[in-house]
């Protein structure tokens, strides 16, 4: 005679504490990943604000609004950080990222502090009438600000913030007259090129 079979039910309780340990180690795991993965910056970010930058640069080669050059460059940067903050954090979501921890987090936690310094800096220097080191100071501090951030991105963006840095540093020893150029080159053409470079990267990748 065939055995019986014998059938053994898991209780409720079991069920539960096993769905509850599963889903907590997934959470886990999820949470690792992102603390130590890297922060997707899209070329499209860098082409935005460096559209921005050009757009800047040639409303000050306008001599009538050539006088006006600190409130449009102000006004640019502030929709220049807006245009890529945007458009990072879009993708960071798609990508399924959480924007107020792991490598999100940590960019901010890099890029925002030499920014507020910059803006701090800014603030004294025309104070005093020392406005002719301020363009050098934007873009010695952003250059700073972009290479630690760099470091949770892809190469290319520390690249850039050394290359920031060095047309700050340049900007520090050379008259006003030179201000909008090296801004322009900067701001303008440097986060174009670096743009396209890590769009062309990325879709050469697939």
């Given at each position: 005679m065939p055995k019986a079979t014998v059938q053994r039910k898991i209780p409720l309780e079991?069920?539960?504490?096993?769905?509850?340990?599963?889903?907590?180690?997934?959470?886990?795991?999820?949470?690792?990943?992102?603390?130590?993965?890297?922060?997707?910056?899209?070329?499209?970010?860098?082409?935005?604000?460096?559209?921005?930058?050009?757009?800047?640069?040639?409303?000050?080669?306008?001599?009538?609004?050539?006088?006006?050059?600190?409130?449009?460059?102000?006004?640019?940067?502030?929709?220049?950080f807006a245009c890529g903050s945007g458009l990072i954090a879009h993708q960071s979501l798609r990508r399924g990222a959480v924007l107020y921890r792991g490598p999100a987090r940590k960019f901010l936690a890099c890029l925002l502090p030499p920014?507020?310094?910059?803006?701090?800096?800014?603030?004294?220097?025309?104070?005093?009438?020392?406005?002719?080191?301020?363009?050098?100071?934007?873009l010695l501090l952003y250059g700073c600000a972009v290479m630690a951030a760099g470091t949770l991105t892809v190469p290319p963006v520390s690249v850039m913030g050394a290359l920031f840095a060095v047309l700050g540093v340049a900007a520090l020893r050379l008259p006003l007259a030179f201000a909008n150029t090296?801004?322009?080159?900067?701001?303008?053409?440097?986060?174009?090129?670096?743009?396209?470079?890590?769009?062309?990267t990325k879709r050469h990748e697939y």
């Open positions: 079991n069920t539960v504490a096993l769905e509850r340990h599963a889903l907590g180690t997934l959470q886990y795991i999820r949470a690792s990943i992102d603390a130590a993965g890297l922060l997707a910056v899209p070329g499209s970010a860098g082409i935005a604000m460096g559209s921005v930058g050009v757009l800047a640069a040639l409303t000050v080669s306008i001599p009538t609004l050539a006088p006006h050059w600190f409130g449009i460059w102000v006004a640019a940067g502030i929709a220049a920014l507020l310094a910059g803006a701090a800096l800014t603030f004294e220097l025309w104070h005093d009438d020392m406005v002719r080191l301020i363009p050098g100071t934007w090296l801004l322009g080159v900067g701001f303008g053409g440097l986060h174009l090129s670096f743009g396209l470079w890590i769009g062309w």
